[in-house]
Structure formats: C-alpha cells, structure tokens
C-alpha cells in the first residue's frame, strides 16, 4: 500500500508499507528466504539491483562453469534439482533451475531496484528501506525514480560475491594489453594463441587456466600463498560428500589426514608444482578461516605437463610484460583477475551491529550469523555455499513466522478489551 507519494526537482518518492519481510537480493540466497517465508504463511518483497535472478551466474560467470559439489549439496529448500540434470550441473542448467524455482513459488523481484539505504526507525519500529529505480523514474518522466518501504522484517541476501575485487598493481598503467577481471571473462576464444596470467589460484583462478588451454591459450597462474588443492572426487565419491560422511565419526583432524593421504595417491605431492599446502588441513583451515579448498577438474594436470606455469606473486607490471617478486620478467597479451569478490552490506545498510565494516560479513560465526537486531537477518553469508545458505533461510523464515504470530497474538489481546467495551 503506497502511503505516500512525492514528486519534484527531477525526482521521483514513493513510500510503501510490506506486509511482511523486504528480502535484499534475488539470489540463490534471496529465492531461498522468500520460498522458506511462504511456506510459512510470511508475505515478502524481493529486491534486486540486476534485471533477472541470479545475475551473478547469468551476467558474471565464464561459460565453462559448473557447481563443483553435487547438486544433492545445491538444491534450495523445498525443491530438488531436476532427476535427469548430472551430478555436476552446469551454469546454464543451475540458471534454469532458479528460474524455475521463482515460478514455482511466484517470486516476482521488482528488477533494477538497489537498495541505497537500509535503516532502523525506533520511533515506528519498522525498517526503513530506501531505493533507486530507472525505469521507475523513467515511467512517472521524472528521470531516477526513488521508493522507501517501511517493513518489520529486512532479509539481508545479497550475499559474499556483491562486488569485485580488483587489486592495485604497480606499473597497470603501462602494461597496455587485456585486462579483465573473471566476472568479465566468458571463455577463452578471445585469448586463443596469447600468453596469459591468471591472477588468483582459488577456484575460478584455476578452471580459467584449463578453459584457456582448450582454445590453444598459453596460460600461467600467480600463486602467492599456500594453497590446497584436493582431487573434486575420491573413492568414487564426491571429496566434499565424503569429508561431511567422515565429519560424523571422527574429528576433523583425522578426516583432513585421510583427505590428504588419499589426495597424494590420486593427484601427487603438489608442492613439486609449486602448490604449497598449508599447515592446517583443509576442513580446519576453512572452518577457522573461510578459505575454501580447490577442486581439481583438470588444471593439475596441465600444469604438471606444462601447459600451465606456476609463477609467484607480481612485483610490478611492464610494457606488455610482468616482473614476479623472485626477480623474473615475462612477456604477457593479456592478464585476467581471478581475485574474487566482497559483501557490499556496509554501503548499504545504516542501523545494527550485525555486520562488520571492514569484510562487510556478520560479526557472529556460523552458525549464529543470520540473526541480528530489531528484525534484521542475514541468508547466504556462512562461507558454506548453497548448503549454507538453504540452512540461513529456514532458521529465518521459522524465527520470522513465531515473531509474527507472537505480534499477531498481542494485538488481539490489546484490541480485545475495546471490543468488549463497546457491546
């Protein structure tokens, strides 16, 4: 119900009440939240910057992608993945699955809407959530059309890869070739023939490295730290399903043990490659850190047969050439940033100490990190991909529902004695 409406100045204000939660976000982690509150009988509006769902795969991932875990791990609540998509779904097939997945529940996003400010009014007790939208603006003629919307609950779903990360290079400025940051890159067809470094040896760093191999590029990967790469399947499974099968019996200090004995038999000792592992395992490391273990799907061996070179980190760049910091200069077309992305909660959101400033990720570790104050929740932010955040938007949704039927119940209760006065 629009409770106010302004215009002015080139500007355009609409103010609105929901009734029920303004999820930021129509992500995997923002479909999940709205389906798990209309399960609950929690109406929802859906916010999204983009002008589809799930831009960050369909706007921003390269072609060759697929999920690296089972779909059996990527499902969102309330509906598997189709029976006849593979074990490892590709980006075109995860986009169809989400799409469908808002049908299926009738989540409409109100599309190229970002939110500008989120913030916590004492005096109504409700959330004050501001926007921009273009097209709105463009529809009243008033040019960049703004909304607030008042709500009691804020679902905070844009999740931990909002904006990318670009790190600062000595000498960019006189490099003069290519370069592109992976939510830029699509395949490597455009590479084929030319010599390419891949900053970023995560796992987008090291499947870009594979892809630009099959269009004949000739590839080389910095690795600046130490890293663990395990094989994507082990013992006929999944490396991911069978370390949470492991995690049931034994301590994860043994169960990194026996992910590492088993990685050396299949993949070998990787630090002959360059590849340093780290001294804490790889299910330690991530659960005290949040640094994710690479899943090999080929890279490994390319590197070992040559085709992709390991190179330390850069120093600075030159004319169409790097120097790395062991005092080696080489020649390179084009350099591709495979360094990730961030939350961009801080920009946004004005009220709580739910968030921190500097990594823009909840202050509290999983698994106390979906819930803060006055009504605010966090879906998506665990560090546990879509497993993560499909377990966020059911604790949400649930803790929503009680709220709002402990509100409904005290309303009753205070227009009661009005109503028996008045008989």
Avoid at 268 to 281: E, I
Avoid at 296 to 313: A, F, L
């Amino acid at each position: 119900m629009n409770l106010q409406s302004e215009s002015g100045s080139g500007s355009a204000r609409l103010v609105s009440f929901v009734d029920g939660a303004v999820v930021v976000g129509a992500g995997p982690s923002g479909l999940a939240a709205s389906a798990c509150l209309q399960q609950k009988g929690v109406p929802s509006l859906v916010l999204e910057r983009s002008d589809c769902v799930a831009s960050l795969w369909q706007r921003r991932a390269y072609d060759r992608l697929r999920l690296h875990l089972p779909k059996s791990f990527c499902q969102l609540p309330l509906a598997p993945f189709p029976p006849h998509f593979p074990k490892y779904p590709s980006k075109r097939q995860f986009v169809t699955y989400l799409e469908s997945y808002a049908r299926k529940f009738h989540i409409k996003p109100r599309f190229n809407e970002a939110v500008t400010a989120a913030e916590y009014d004492k005096a109504l007790g409700l959330w004050r959530v501001n926007t921009s939208d273009s097209n709105l603006g463009l529809g009243l003629g008033l040019g960049c059309g703004e909304r607030e919307y008042l709500c009691r609950w804020v679902v905070v779903a844009t999740g931990e890869n909002a904006e990318v990360v670009v790190p600062e290079m000595e000498g960019a400025e006189e490099f003069g070739g290519a370069v592109v940051h992976t939510c830029g890159y699509k395949s490597g067809e455009m590479f084929r023939g030319k010599r390419v470094l891949v900053v970023g040896s995560g796992n987008s760093g090291m499947e870009v490295c594979l892809d630009l191999c099959s269009f004949g590029a000739k590839p080389s990967i910095v690795v600046r730290d130490t890293v663990h790469v395990l094989p994507q399947e082990m013992l006929g499974r999944s490396t991911f399903g069978l370390s949470m099968w492991l995690q049931k019996w034994l301590p994860i200090r043994l169960v990194d043990r026996f992910l590492l004995l088993l990685s050396w038999f299949v993949i070998g000792d990787t630090s002959n490659l360059g590849l340093t592992r780290p001294k804490l395992g790889p299910l330690e490391l991530k659960n005290l850190t949040g640094k994710t273990p690479v899943l090999d799907v080929g890279t490994i061996d390319k590197i070992r047969s040559g085709h992709v070179q390991v190179r330390p980190g850069i120093r600075r760049l030159k004319r169409l050439a790097v120097e790395f910091v062991d005092g080696r200069v080489e020649n390179y077309d084009a350099i591709i940033l495979a360094t990730g992305y961030r939350s961009n909660v801080p920009s946004w959101l004005k009220s709580g100490n739910m968030f921190c400033e500097k990594d823009g990720l909840p202050k509290s570790p999983f698994p106390n990190g979906w819930k803060g104050e006055h009504g605010l929740y966090a879906v998506g932010f665990t560090k546990r991909g879509l497993l993560g955040a499909s377990m966020d938007a059911r604790r949400v949704a649930e803790d929503i529902k009680q709220c709002r039927s402990s509100h409904d119940s005290s309303s009753k209760q205070q227009v009661h004695p009005v109503l028996e006065g008045g008989r």
